[in-house]
């Protein structure tokens, strides 16, 4: 038997993919068969890139010609698929071919640091079998297809003109399971499809050349076509054909579910997929799905606990849906929980499927409202492009008044007050992941293929402040279109955008900060699709309308403005990541009250409560405490108060100047006990201790100024994370709120 392996390809015009697909197989081939399938597109330079890379690695190439019928002449690429295939076949001279497209490229799995070559030469130096099943992945959508891809030439012939497959004549067939290779399809986003060249080459074979595969084909591709009439008429006349196979007959059973409107006759179907092939888990998840958006949680948490318990197909299955039973699966459980209020638990199962992944390395911060649907379409998108999926950690950070938006609500989700726009959404987001990347997301971005193995290669090291520089394929501009950032970064502010901003605006600010701090990492050739109808001409929905409405643009530019102007409270140094809580404070102050900052350091907080209540028109005083010779217990003080000689006072009044808040701000210097003796009980509105964070000073710090709040005022304080702090408030305070990082002795509503 002759064991040499011929890499058999047809190609239209493949420039873009070719190179990427030979240095990816040549390693299993003796020869390299190209067949240029000529239509009616004047030929590119495909050939002659194939020809540079077989050169290069000295490995033979034979090229060959396939030609239309004359009556397909004006095609625009190749009109019998099986007839092409076989002319690579029939121009190859070793024993074996390896078959491929173009946009296809080959891993190896699983093979002992065993390259390609020496798997593929094993395999085929055997005589026992004819062929070598192995899984075929469709990037982009999770499917895993075995198919026969290493095959003796002479045991059988090619059919069917469009989804051709090897028709083996050796009797009784003979073929080995092999998951070492794995063929990948992996062509780029926004290739154009292939659903109308299919369409019309099956609708040029004739009716008495239809087999039952060739209608389960056409009707697969009407409904890619957005023909739904006949492709549910031909899936309900197939289900009843005796030759069907089980795999198409679950298939059209799930394709009939996925075009029906109404909700129960998309429950008949799924249940009529699932009595097709128990063991299979898609029509299962299919199902927690349909009864969520009906609201019976107990119903999808049912099934998706049967999907749970659902082991999988065989490796020779067809179509088996590798994520479903993977992290996938996970997710729609976690959703199925959320339906039915289990919430804690979900949370449990959702941080342990990261866990097992090795942990998040990217965050899809989601910010949605009025439109789910398309909501979950880009979610669905930025999942199934990415290389690692199950590390990709993605909320969706919605108002409370977002009615619309409730289907969103089983999955992981953030919901917020309504009115802060999505730059308080993507903050808010970001303070509640936990991965070291960092992505901006709403409904209308796209990804490109490996989005996230793309943007953590190019950031390098993620433990540094770093901001990634993409491109829209539109704007020339410079501007950093999305916030792409390491956690790094984003912790030197504690936010994704300046904060006083609702929308607009806030990437101008973003991306000037990012290149002053010189964090920015120019990686434009990666292109993420912003499909923005101010770019795309579509009409304005009520939410883009609000956000694009010109008292927004208004509003944006004057905050973009002053913070240019400098002064502002962003650009003092010093760990402030309670902001929320200090903007929804200064919101409830009125004229009179006296608010109180136990640890001041540089004064970043303090400022930013000032200023804030400056633009407000609001007469409040602030007490500033402080002794003003750093904390024992933070050793990033140590530099600063060196070199101010052992007290920073002078550069905490500094930065009051230079921000225009000094007359709002009364300084009391020295321990904070003794300061508490000058302040009189119940005069405070407002107080936020975050001095010492030891089990003792919390403690004395808590009996000081407790009593200093008035009825009705707000007692807080920072670092609620560190035991020492939580035991001592939890001890005085048995009912304080904890949220995040802040705890309160009464809510703020």
Known sequence: MDARISLCLI????????????????????????????????????LERAAAVCRRHGVGLVTGEYRNRAEHADWPHVDDFAAARQLSFDLASGGWAFWCDADDVLEVEGSLGRGAGEVARELAGRGDYAAVVMPYRIFGRGISVPRERLVRRDAGRWRYPVHECFAFVVEPLQAVEDNRLVVVHRPALGKRGSCERNLRILRSIPAESLTTGLRYHLQQELGIAGDVAGSVALARELVRAPDLGRPERYELFLSLAQLAEDLEVKRQFLHQAYAADPRRREALGLLVGNALDAGR???????????????????????????????????????????????????????GMLAAAGGPRVALVHATRGRPQQAAVARKVWLDFAARPDRVEHVFVM?????????????????????????????????????????????????????????????????????????????????????????????????????????????????ELAYRRGAVVEARDIRFAHEHPVKTGRPLDETYARQNAPERYAEGEEVYRRLRGGGDWSEVPGF????????????????????????????????????????????????????????????????????????????????????????????????????????????????????????????????????????GGILAGHDAQHEPVLRAVRERYPGALVLGPVWLREGLG
């Open 11 to 46: 190609v239209g015009n493949e420039s873009g993919y070719i190179e990427r697909c030979l240095e990816s197989f040549l390693p299993v081939a003796d020869e390299v068969v190209v067949v240029r399938a000529v239509g009616g597109l004047a030929p590119d330079d495909t």
């Open 297 to 351: 949680g107990e119903e999808a948490l049912a099934y998706a606990r049967q999907m749970r318990a659902t082991a999988g197909p065989g490796a020779r299955e067809w179509n088996d849906r590798g994520p479903v039973y993977g992290w996938l699966g996970e997710e729609i459980y976690t959703h199925a929980l959320r339906g039915a209020g289990e919430r804690v638990e979900a949370e449990r199962v959702r941080q």
């Open 399 to 511: 108002d409370a008044d977002d009615a619309a938006s409730e289907p969103l609500r089983r999955m992981h989700h953030l919901v917020l007050p309504a009115g802060g726009g999505c730059v308080a959404a993507w903050n808010a987001g970001c303070a509640l992941t936990r991965a070291p990347v960092l992505v901006q997301l709403s409904d209308d971005w796209v990804p490109c293929p490996m989005w996230d193995d793309l943007i953590c290669a190019r950031l390098g090291d993620v433990n540094l402040p770093r901001v990634l520089a993409v491109s829209d394929g539109v704007r020339e501009d410079g501007l950093l279109c999305m916030a792409i950032c390491t956690r790094a970064y984003w912790e030197q502010d504690w936010f994704l955008f300046h904060p006083d901003f609702t929308g607009v605006w806030s990437d101008n600010w973003f991306t």
């Open 576 to 711: 402030y990541n309670f902001w929320p809580l200090y903007r929804e404070v200064a919101g409830r102050l009125r004229d009179g009250d006296v608010v109180c900052e136990v640890g001041v350091w540089l004064g970043r907080s303090v400022i930013h409560l000032a200023q804030m209540l400056r633009r407000a028109g609001k007469r409040v005083r602030i007490l500033a405490v402080d002794h003003f010779r750093g904390e024992k217990d933070q050793p990033a003080h140590a530099a600063v108060v060196a070199a101010a000689g052992g007290n920073f006072r002078g550069e905490f009044e500094a930065n009051l100047e230079r921000c225009g808040v000094r007359e709002m701000v009364e300084i009391l210097e020295g321990e904070s006990a003794e300061m508490a003796l000058r302040v009189a009980d119940g005069s405070l509105a407002f107080c936020f201790i975050d001095a010492a964070h030891d089990y003792e000073s919390v403690s004395q710090d808590l009996a000081a100024w407790g009593p200093k709040v008035r009825e």
